[in-house]
């Protein structure tokens, strides 16, 4: 249906309720085609045109090529807050995910010693964000207990995989 059709069956109501005679209705009819918003919708079709502002298009996460540390931590972190690892690279911002970010983000800074500049780039945000990011993880491990047990699990477990991973050296 176009602009045209839905603007007419539109008038016709107001007519039927308004009980506006023919002269009248005509004239409503020629001062709405006047007007150049109608001009300019008039031969798009309703059912494509949307009225919504457009959103700014977001990168997902890179998971694919990402370093193996820092997959192996994020499979971590989503194992035990219970998200798939689709979630953890998509645009949504749920607390759950947005949680998982911050532990993997904090990890990353503070104990791999990435820079925040680096951590920015693996997570397509700004080295501003991620100082943010720490900052309320920080704030929040000393306020919430559950928050903290979660991090710690994700640390323990992160440490287990990656540091007892690599090669340590034999006592002689």
């Known amino acids: 249906m176009t602009l045209h059709e839905y603007t007419h069956e539109v008038i016709d109501e107001i007519i039927k309720i308004a009980n506006i005679d023919s002269l009248t209705k005509h004239k409503i009819i020629r001062r709405v085609h006047n007007l ?12 494509v045109k949307k009225m919504q502002k457009p959103r700014r298009p977001v990168a997902k996460i890179p998971f694919h090529t990402l370093p193996a540390k820092i997959q192996q931590v994020m499979l ?3 194992n035990k807050c219970d998200i798939t690892i689709q979630e953890f690279c998509s645009n949504r911002k749920t607390d759950d995910i947005v949680d998982t970010q911050r532990h993997v983000i904090f990890y990353l800074h503070k104990y791999l010693g990435y820079s ?6 693996f997570f397509m945000k700004d080295h501003s964000t991620v100082l943010h990011a720490c900052q309320v993880h920080f704030d929040r491990m000393e306020v919430e207990r559950i928050y903290n ?7 323990r477990e992160s440490n287990e995989v990656i540091f007892e991973a690599s090669p340590q050296p034999t006592p002689e």
């Open 36 to 47: 150049k918003t109608y001009k300019d919708l008039k031969l798009k079709d309703l059912s």
């Open 76 to 78: 971590i972190a989503c």
């Open 116 to 121: 925040s500049k680096k951590v920015g780039l």
């Open 149 to 155: 047990s979660i991090y710690q699990a994700i640390k």
